[in-house]
């Protein structure tokens, strides 16, 4: 109770984590936005961030972001985390860059960060055109190789482990979405497929289209040209196939006041296993009251 507006006000925590972030990045030119700081990770130049020591701006850097975008990605407000990520892990290969430039002469710290921005941003959310977007934003081929292989391994050993942070979401919020399908099993497709085809023509007759609506539970229905070529038409949606029943239903009972009981066929009840004999095709001409 006392924390209250942490746990229940989604304004207050907004409105905490922007405080926090503000009073952290302002006093720091650099990496006031994330464009900014980029550019300079990226850069084969030496950082600015010298004072009072550069591994420990660095370090300090990485743990900052790495809580920040924690809790920013986790409001409930829509965010985007990819360059966050990608930041950050450009932070993380910057630091090792700066590392083994000190063991080793000649290292581009730069592109330490560019392969560790790659790693990092396909393992939290498996997504292979990451390559793409690292190389449309450097505008440069140097580390094509590095970055196809760091982007495959992230990933793979990423999926040995976890689900990626777009799928954790979703599950976290209860969301519906595509469940992981882990490899195993010796079965195939066609052990998956039915194959008894449910279509619909455009000359089907009402008894058909009936037939079909209190024989099966699908939602949609394929429409195709003729039962030898099978080409697709279209679809036909449930509910428009028993709005059109229930409108045909109507005009019959308009017609003919001994009908006035008969049920509607799509209420919510209990489909009739019959409705006479006639043809339910509204423009008909035969007189119902004459059965």
Excluded: C
């Excluded at 063991?103 to 990092?120: L, T």
């Amino acid at each position: 109770r006392k924390y209250k507006i942490l746990t229940e006000s989604r304004y207050g925590q907004v409105a905490i984590v922007t405080l926090i972030t503000a009073l952290v990045v302002f006093p720091f030119e650099d990496i006031k936005d994330d464009y900014t700081t980029l550019s300079s990770l990226l850069s084969s130049n030496a950082l600015k961030w010298i004072y009072p020591n550069l591994f420990l701006n660095l370090v300090g850097y990485v743990l900052f972001k790495f809580v920040i975008t924690a809790l920013s990605i986790t409001l409930p407000i829509p965010v985007g985390f990819y360059t966050p990520i990608f930041v950050l892990g450009s932070a993380f290969g910057r630091l090792f860059g700066e590392v083994f430039r000190l063991v080793f002469s000649g290292i581009n710290p730069g592109g330490y960060a560019v392969v560790g921005g790659a790693a990092f941003s396909a393992g939290v959310t498996r997504t292979l055109a990451t390559a793409i977007i690292v190389f449309e934003l450097t505008g440069q081929m140097t580390h094509l190789y590095p970055v196809l292989l760091v982007v495959l391994i992230s990933s793979a050993v990423g999926n040995l482990f976890s689900l990626s942070l777009y799928d954790e979401i979703l599950n976290l919020k209860g969301l519906p979405n595509m469940p992981y399908f882990r490899q195993g099993g010796t079965g195939t497709v066609r052990s998956l497929m039915k194959t008894t085809l449910v279509y619909l023509t455009p000359n089907a007759k009402y008894e058909d289209i009936l037939h079909l609506l209190r024989s099966t539970n699908y939602t949609n229905f394929p429409v195709v040209a003729d039962s030898e070529s099978m080409i697709l038409l279209g679809s036909a949606p449930r509910k428009s196939l028993e709005a059109l029943f229930n409108e045909a239903q109507q005009k019959y009972i308009n017609r003919s006041p001994r009908l006035q009981q008969l049920p509607r066929i799509f209420s919510g009840t209990e489909i009739p296993t019959s409705i006479g004999n006639k043809n339910l095709d509204p423009n008909a001409s035969d007189d119902l009251d004459h059965e």
